[in-house]
């Protein structure tokens, strides 16, 4: 089981960070920093695999930003290399070469992509083609609720 996703800039900012662990605000940011500091300062040719405390964490850098995993000791470090590339995969085909300010900017679409992708930390939607048309939806009610309706048009008379 996942117990957190992290992504961050090279330069240590945080771009998104999602808990599936009950942990204190304190702590979350004591283990970001560790772990922020630890994997910036690893040379590129070094194991995408470390161990912080009781927690293995995978971490794989995508143009300039780093996506972050910690998980159980005991779970497959594959398997988080796997989820993070299809993370990966969904942000570029849904904002075409996904950037560092797509997520910036759109961080709502990119939480709700990994919300349909991971559920308390484990994998909910494997379908990538499932996870596109989940979001498409989500876009349809959001246009809907962003165009001005009249008084007439609420009661059904237009």
């Known amino acids: 089981m996942f117990q957190f996703m992290l992504l961050f800039s090279r330069q240590g900012k945080i771009r998104l960070q999602k808990w599936y662990t009950a942990t204190s605000q304190k702590e979350k ?4 920093r560790d772990l922020v500091t630890m994997v910036l300062s690893r040379k590129p040719k070094m194991c995408s695999f470390l161990e912080y405390r009781d927690i293995k964490v995978v971490y794989k850098r995508y143009a300039s930003l780093y996506f972050c995993v910690g998980m159980d000791n005991d ?47 484990e994998v909910q939607e494997t379908s990538k083609k499932n996870v596109l048309k989940a979001i498409s939806a989500q876009d349809l009610l959001q246009e809907e609720g962003e165009k001005p309706h009249t008084t007439l048009e609420d009661i059904g008379l237009s």
Request: charged share 30%; glycine share 6%; hydrophobic share 45%.
């Open 29 to 32: 940011r004591k283990i970001t």
């Open 75 to 121: 779970d497959n470090e594959l398997v988080a290399l796997e989820v993070i590339h299809r993370y990966v995969e969904l942000l570029d085909k849904y904002f075409g070469s996904v950037c560092e300010l797509d997520i910036i900017f759109n961080f709502e679409k990119a939480y709700f992509m990994l919300d349909e992708l991971l559920i308390g930390g």
